[in-house]
């Protein structure tokens, strides 16, 4: 069965530091990783998708890939109080697969 | 781009109706939709795959005859939870994709929250 892993935290920030959100995953076919966004009450929005093993940087986030040790993360700089939320790692297999998740770890950014 | 509705975002009803949600891709053709589900402090499960004008898969231990799925064109997707039952209140979200083969990025309509009484 797959299995992905987070800490589901909670895990405190000082605003304007670098939060740091880690994740594995047990199926070694996976192809594909998504780290979504969810408020309390909403639906996840997705803030980054990763194929490749190394480092993806869009805007303040930062993902990066470790396929050989099935780790995935994301580094949020310069965090800000709405980026409180709860964070979900989320692998595929890719192409029309669905998605496996975690459960998710809330990030608390204090101002 | 990449929006995703659905209908209704909130519903009650008694145990043992029939509730339908509605899952539109708005600016998109998508080739497959998904369907989870969240219950309270627990992480989205994938219940089930649905590709255009095909018979939907569904993930073990979900019921195809309880949670009948119905994907009739590249934009729609529709989810009927029949003789719903209290155990059956959840938070339905789909997902579509827009891409056949390839990475699969999956963008997420608002959420369905069932309530069954």
């Known amino acids: 069965q797959k299995e992905v892993e987070q800490n589901s935290g909670p895990l405190s920030v000082p605003e304007g530091a670098i939060a740091s959100l880690n994740c594995t995953y047990s199926?070694?076919?996976?192809?594909?990783f998504f780290w979504y966004r969810q408020y309390s009450g909403k639906s996840p929005e997705l803030i980054m998708s990763?194929?490749?093993?190394g480092d993806k940087e869009d805007g303040r986030f930062t993902a990066q890939l470790n396929k050989a040790s099935q780790y995935v993360s994301l580094l949020i700089r310069d965090s800000q109080p709405s980026d409180s939320a709860t964070y979900l790692c989320?692998?595929?297999?890719?192409?029309?697969?669905?998605?496996?998740f975690g459960k998710g770890t809330h990030l608390i950014i204090q101002p | 781009g990449a929006v995703v509705s659905q209908h209704p975002s909130r519903v009650i009803c008694k145990s043992g109706t029939s509730v339908k949600i509605e899952c539109r891709s708005l600016?998109?053709?998508?080739?497959?939709m998904f369907w989870y589900r969240q219950f309270p402090k627990q992480s989205l499960m994938l219940m089930a795959t649905?590709?255009?004008?095909?018979?939907?898969?569904?993930e073990q231990g979900v019921e195809k005859d309880k949670f009948l799925i119905n994907h009739a064109s590249l934009t729609l997707s529709t989810l009927t939870v029949t003789s719903a039952h209290p155990e059956d209140s959840s938070f339905y979200i789909c997902?579509?994709?827009?891409?056949?083969?390839?990475?699969?990025?999956?963008?997420f309509g608002p959420g369905t929250r069932l309530t069954v009484l």
């Open positions: 199926d070694r076919g996976s192809q594909s």
């Open positions: 990763i194929y490749s093993n």
């Open positions: 649905s590709n255009e004008g095909s018979k939907a898969t569904y």
């Open positions: 989320a692998v595929s297999g890719g192409g029309a697969d669905g998605l496996t």
């Open positions: 997902s579509a994709s827009a891409i056949q083969g390839g990475a699969g990025e999956q963008f």
């Open positions: 600016d998109f053709q998508a080739t497959t």
